[in-house]
């Protein structure tokens, strides 16, 4: 049998920690997780399963009926109950509450996202006539404000690779490492904000994903489809400098496909390349706080500069809706109100 990949293997996992959780869930929750199976991403699964648990385990702390509990003793009746009052009761909870003595706190999107997956639970129950209304369905959603974009800027790009490069403001102790690992962080880095692919999809290349007869990259976007991402130059000669580095490596058993490896010979982890970022960018960009997903975003917004094309940008960053890129990669408004600026002339100069 072929070796799984990493997105298989990833997935696999998420299927078995959502079991995990629902194992403390009652029958009927796990009924309505069966009819999202094929709907639904093992990842986005997980997390639906995890923000339910959270509503259950707020339904035994604050219902007396379920007063030392579990909450898999949240039968169905006690469902049948409940109100969009109470509901809305939750969602204040999530702001601040305590839980096993440590503080809890959770922003506009987080709530959001937990109403969310309750709305699919409700609707689910409902339509199956085990509950007879559907109080989620009348809760309003919590109001999102928009955030500024965080990017790096074209001298900034240019220094966080240099620093990638040269190790320039690393201490002593950092710069033992960086002699040991800069070639794979160059073209990690250089690969990441030269193409915008998610810290996801860049840890899941295995070496047989690049092309470089047309210079692209295969890639598992979000969704589970597969798509080729072009790279340029720069990317091309990182690439090619760090493969001379990585066929004298011998992995751990398991990783000998991965591409881009691990101080211990194994598949990077997410987790490691977002402590790379974080240590480049906080002696390049102290006073921004960039994560692998801003290096997309200024990817995105550069992209969207050089074309104007916002339609290209969502189809290399791999967005199923347009208005996604509009909001959250480039400032496009703006960016036409600055290019405007000289579109009309006043009087011809002599």
């Not at 007063?67 to 898999?72: A, C, D, F, I, L």
């Not at 007879?132 to 955030?147: C, F, G, L, Q, R």
Request: one cysteine or more.
């Amino acid at each position: 049998m072929a070796n799984k990949t990493y997105h298989q293997e990833e997935e696999i996992h998420n299927v078995e920690l959502m079991r995990d959780v629902l194992q403390e869930l009652p029958k009927y929750v796990a009924r309505y997780f069966r009819s999202i199976e094929y709907s639904k991403a093992p990842r986005t699964r997980l997390g639906y399963a995890r923000d339910i648990k959270s509503f259950f385990e707020f339904l035994c702390d604050t219902n007396p009926s379920l007063k030392g509990k579990s909450t898999m003793d949240v039968s169905i009746d006690i469902i049948r109950q409940l109100e969009s009052e109470d509901i809305e009761e939750y969602l204040d909870y999530l702001k601040v509450y305590t839980k096993d003595n440590k503080r809890y706190t959770n922003g506009e999107r987080a709530v959001k996202r937990k109403l969310i997956a309750l709305r699919g639970l409700f609707k689910y129950l409902y339509k199956n006539k085990q509950i007879e209304a559907d109080p989620a369905s009348i809760v309003d959603t919590p109001k999102i404000h928009d955030k500024a974009i965080v990017r790096m800027e074209i001298n900034e790009v240019a220094q966080f690779l240099d620093n990638v490069e040269y190790g320039n403001k690393l201490t002593d102790h950092q710069q033992a490492y960086h002699e040991k690992s800069k070639t794979r962080d160059l073209a990690l880095l250089t690969l990441m904000l030269g193409t915008g692919i998610r810290v996801s999809e860049c840890v899941g290349l295995d070496i047989k994903d690049i092309d470089f007869d047309y210079d692209r990259i295969k890639v598992v976007r979000k969704g589970g489809y597969e798509a080729y991402v072009y790279f340029g130059q720069e990317a091309k000669d990182a690439l090619l400098e760090y493969l001379e580095e990585r066929k004298d490596i011998i992995t751990k058993e398991g990783h000998e496909d991965a591409l881009f490896l691990s101080s211990q010979r194994r598949r990077i982890s997410v987790r490691s390349v977002e402590n790379m970022v974080k240590k480049y960018a906080q002696i390049t960009t102290p006073l921004k706080k960039i994560t692998p997903h801003k290096l997309r975003s200024t990817y995105g917004t550069s992209l969207y500069q050089q074309t104007s094309d916002i339609y290209l940008v969502a189809d290399v960053l791999g967005h199923k809706d347009v208005n996604t890129t509009k909001k959250h990669y480039a400032d496009i408004d703006e960016w036409q109100r600055m290019k405007a600026k000289d579109a009309v002339t006043l009087r011809e100069k002599n």
